[in-house]
């Protein structure tokens, strides 16, 4: 049988969409950290995700640096706030983010991955204010744990038993 288009794309991401920095939106925040499951429990080591958070009063404009020589991109220099990060996993399918905590209840995540057709979207809530659309019994597959101050965990299930709330958005 042959493999579907879904089973023969990637995984492409560690290639060209990674960047120095990517997870290091803002320094002296907070720490968000997790792994990627597939459905049968495994981390996923090839994962990409992109974060977003906005200020209380609106976005903030990035501050991606360009080497000055070639143009390529040099990374943040992890003072100025992007609301905007993009972290790999790594070979045991764990992802890090450094951000500031903008006083919001959560920081939404789009999650890339081999064998998605479609990226998928996700909230990870730092506080206990999700959104009254998710049922009360899936509440625990957004919240983040935190595991001391200003350092939260939060794994990503892809499938399976725990699976995370993915959202759509039309």
């Excluded at 143009?71 to 992007?82: K, M, N, P, S, Y």
């Excluded at 399918?93 to 959560?106: E, F, H, I, Q, S």
């Excluded at 081999?114 to 509440?139: F, K, M, N, Q, S």
């Amino acid at each position: 049988m042959n493999p579907t288009p879904s089973q023969t794309v990637g995984p492409f991401y560690g290639y060209a969409l990674p960047f120095p920095g990517g997870g290091d939106v803002a320094l002296g925040g907070i720490v968000l950290h997790g792994y990627v499951y597939d459905g049968a429990g495994e981390p996923v080591p090839d994962a990409l995700l992109e974060t977003w958070q906005p200020t209380p009063g609106g976005p903030l404009p990035g501050s991606m640096r360009r080497d000055p020589v070639t143009g390529a991109i040099a990374g943040r220099h992890g003072v100025d706030f992007t609301g905007w990060g993009r972290v790999s996993t790594d070979a045991s399918g764990r992802w890090v983010l450094r951000t500031a905590d903008t006083g919001l209840p959560y920081i939404s995540i789009c999650v890339f991955a081999r064998g998605l057709g479609h990226h998928l979207y996700t909230r990870a809530y730092l506080r206990d204010e999700v959104d009254a659309r998710i049922p009360p019994g899936r509440r625990s597959t957004v919240l983040a744990a935190e595991e001391r101050p200003g350092v939260y965990r939060f794994d990503i299930r892809l499938q399976g038993e725990g699976e995370t709330v993915f959202l759509e958005f039309g």
